[in-house]
């Protein structure tokens, strides 16, 4: 798996998200990655807790790792089916490089704010945060054979329906989840979602949405919002 990681201004969009709505409210970034979303997130009023199990690592490896790795994704993409001929690869590249330096500075200014955890058992206490995102971990990941990216089934159904079950834990009022698709020509809602949404606990309730996202694919590109609708 790449340690890649989008900028605050494009999770917003991917995930639908207003910050001004959120102001005060407790929020978990799982995975974080090297992304300056929780930077963002924090300079508009939102107490951020960042996961990723790469955060054991020091900096200058961090830094090392995520350069080789938007590397090696963007010669990916530019052989990818998956991403349009019309998209434009530069100014994504560009986002990946900003959000690097957002990320390196933030953590050195809060390091507390980043902790290494991995789903799906995060050390954290149940219904402690108000808003819960998940970014590029979910479905992405799942096997290639389910329509996610990875080669082995280490992300399979079960471990779905584990890391789930650990992010609506620790969440007392909203989950969202990008991506919620196949990464496949034409993209469509990821074969998990349905038995991931059959399966919910009693006060949850899941829609999918469409977003103004865009990294290119073409096809169906919903995120997943799980909102309570009952007290914890
Ligand atoms: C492609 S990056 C996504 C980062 C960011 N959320 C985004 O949307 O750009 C995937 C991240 O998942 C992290 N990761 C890998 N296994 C994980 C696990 N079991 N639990 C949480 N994060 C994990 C990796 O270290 C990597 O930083």
């Known amino acids: 798996m790449v340690f890649f990681g989008r900028s605050g201004a494009e999770a917003c969009r991917f995930f639908n998200l207003n910050l001004v709505d959120w102001q005060g409210a407790r929020l978990l970034d799982c995975p974080g990655g090297p992304g300056s979303f ?25 830094e090392r790792r995520c350069r080789e790795d938007i590397h090696f994704t963007m010669e990916r993409l530019r052989q990818s089916p998956t991403v349009r001929a019309d998209f434009e690869l530069g100014p994504y590249q560009q986002a990946k490089l900003d959000a690097l330096e957002l990320f ?9 704010t980043y902790q290494a955890g ?12 108000d808003l ?3 970014g590029h971990l979910l479905f992405a990941y799942a096997p290639l054979a389910d329509g996610g990216l990875h080669e082995f089934d280490c992300f399979d159904l079960a471990w779905h329906r584990r890391a789930l079950a650990e992010l609506l ?64």
């Open 38 to 62: 929780a930077a963002l997130a924090r300079r508009a009023g939102l107490d951020v807790l960042a996961i990723d199990p790469l955060y054991e690592l020091p900096p200058e490896e961090l």
């Open 104 to 112: 390196l500075s933030d953590r050195q200014a809060h390091p507390e």
């Open 118 to 129: 991995a789903l799906p058992e995060l050390a954290l206490e149940d219904n402690s945060f």
């Open 132 to 134: 819960v995102l998940s």
């Open 169 to 232: 834990r620790v969440c007392r009022r909203e989950v969202r989840i990008y991506p919620a698709h196949s990464i496949t020509v034409p993209a469509r809602v990821h074969p998990y979602v349905d038995p991931l949404i059959a399966a919910l606990p009693p006060g949850w309730e899941a829609s999918l949405e469409s977003t103004t996202y865009d990294q290119g694919a073409v096809g169906e590109t919903p995120m997943l919002r799980l909102c309570r609708v009952a007290e914890p």
